[in-house]
């Protein structure tokens, strides 16, 4: 078998994983080692340039692996930062160009041959055998980190005008559309829809936002703090329709209205689509790994195949902290699954561990840092302020436990409480904790 090293971009002597082997002592070096030589790990290949993936090779250089790494991208980038692309990137505070985690000569040094524009297509698990284009590359070791892409808006024939957001090249495309006085409708006011909102208002658009749910982010704050939450757009000049029903886009060519089932007909000249995400698992079908709304696996992010561990917003596990089987689509759970799934794959099945997290998000809009983590299914306690008097603190429980945590900027109690909820704190442990900010404020 020859790989396709036309698609790589070099590789440099053993000698450059030097510095990633540093910040290792001795004895965790020979531990790993004697981890991956059990399984006679020689070539790892790492399927999805984005965070996850990125993080999984970069912690199989730092975790004294030596051997060969292929991290398998779809895109014709270096692997980049997604969080600014409906924010930084849209509004044009950063440059068109891809914010990459590292630079070219950073693959190289580690010895980590790119295969960048290639999707792999098939796998078989029990073969070690990946498919990519017209190669087929045998592996010791496999992470799949193949993430999500944006569910579309079921409509027929593609008109101009409409957008989902995902990558970069999603992100320019759509910027190009978002000039003064355009007429722009996104469908879905999840925090990508809110980002874009805003982003799109910062540059001179006409904003409307139809959420299908009676109030935005229900499903992440729940429905009080979800309609608090709706109150702001409208307060900075973006209509929001809830209980919206969107029936079909109109237009030729290019996209002139979005029609609702109630008969209302919303001008528009340019529609995004923020309805979710879909696991990418299609090319798993004939793998024999188990798929069911992403790739399964166990709670220490194996597929139940020695040599296969998943990562990111494909990968579905059961996750000790909430009791429930889940899969996220949060860059820090992607990014500590990523770390975690190389970990245990050096170290074999008997020396894995489980991958347990609070699920936590964020996002930036109207000027705001909005900042979650935990469940939100329960009442929530106004500790200070409230979201359109800020800065805010919620807090949830369940009982007399700290089981969730909103802000609108307030960083530093936020931190405090999500010490405070890993450490499983009391509920009143943690309302005493950040006294000084409810009292100040």
């Known amino acids: 078998m020859t790989l396709p090293r036309h698609l790589a971009f070099g590789t440099c002597p053993a000698s450059a994983s030097n510095n990633a082997k540093a910040e290792l002592s001795t004895h965790e070096r020979v531990l790993n080692f004697a981890g991956y030589a059990r399984m006679k790990l020689k070539r790892i290949i790492v399927v999805g340039a984005n965070v996850a993936g990125f993080k999984a090779t970069e912690t199989l250089r730092q975790k004294g692996f030596d051997g060969e790494i292929l991290l398998v991208g779809a895109e014709p980038h270096l692997p980049y930062d997604r969080p600014p692309l409906s924010k930084q990137i849209l509004s044009g505070e950063l440059a068109p160009a891809a914010p990459a985690y590292r630079d070219l000569p950073w693959f190289v040094d580690n010895r980590i041959e790119l295969l960048l524009g290639m999707q792999a297509t098939d796998l078989d698990a029990d073969a070690r055998r990946l498919t990519i284009g017209n190669d087929d590359i045998r592996f010791d070791g496999l992470v799949i980190a193949t993430g999500a892409r944006a569910r579309e808006f079921p409509m027929g024939r593609p008109l101009a005008g409409v957008h989902t957001l995902r990558t970069l090249d999603d992100a320019l495309k759509l ?19 809110a980002e874009v909102a805003s982003s799109a208002l910062s540059m001179g658009a006409k904003v409307t936002i139809l959420e ?38 109109r237009g030729t060519e290019r996209v002139k209205s979005v029609m609702l089932g109630d008969g ?44 296969i561990y998943g990562a990111g917003d494909v990968a579905r596990w059961p996750n000790a902290w909430s009791g429930t089987t889940m899969r996220s689509e949060q860059w820090t759970i992607a990014a500590d699954q990523g770390r975690h799934a190389a970990i245990n794959l050096l170290a074999g099945r008997n020396g894995a561990t489980p991958f347990t997290t609070i699920p936590y998000f964020w996002s930036d809009q109207y000027g705001m840092r909005i900042q979650s983590m935990g469940r939100t299914d329960s009442e929530v306690v106004m500790l200070t302020g409230s979201p359109d008097a800020r800065p805010f603190i919620g807090v949830y429980r369940d009982k007399h436990r700290l089981v969730g945590v909103v802000t609108v900027n307030a960083p530093k109690a936020f931190a405090i409480l999500r010490n405070k909820m890993s450490e499983n704190a009391s509920f009143e442990d943690a309302v005493r904790s950040v006294e000084r900010f409810t009292v100040s404020a």
């Not at 910027?175 to 829809?193: R, T, W, Y």
Request: net charge neutral; glycine share 12%.
């Open 175 to 193: 910027k190009d559309e978002l000039k003064p006085g355009a007429s722009v409708v996104v469908i879905g006011a999840g925090f990508i829809g």
């Open 212 to 249: 299908a749910a009676s109030a935005p982010l229900t499903r992440v704050l729940g429905v009080r703090l979800g309609r608090t939450f709706g109150e702001i757009h409208a307060q900075n000049g973006v209509k929001l329709i809830c209980s919206a029903q969107v029936n079909g886009l």
């Open 264 to 307: 209302t007909e919303i001008p528009a000249d340019v529609v995004v689509v923020g309805i979710g995400a879909v696991p990418n698992i299609e090319w798993l079908a004939n793998s024999g790994l188990e798929v069911s709304n992403g790739l399964v696996c166990d709670a220490t992010l194996n597929t139940r195949h020695a040599s």
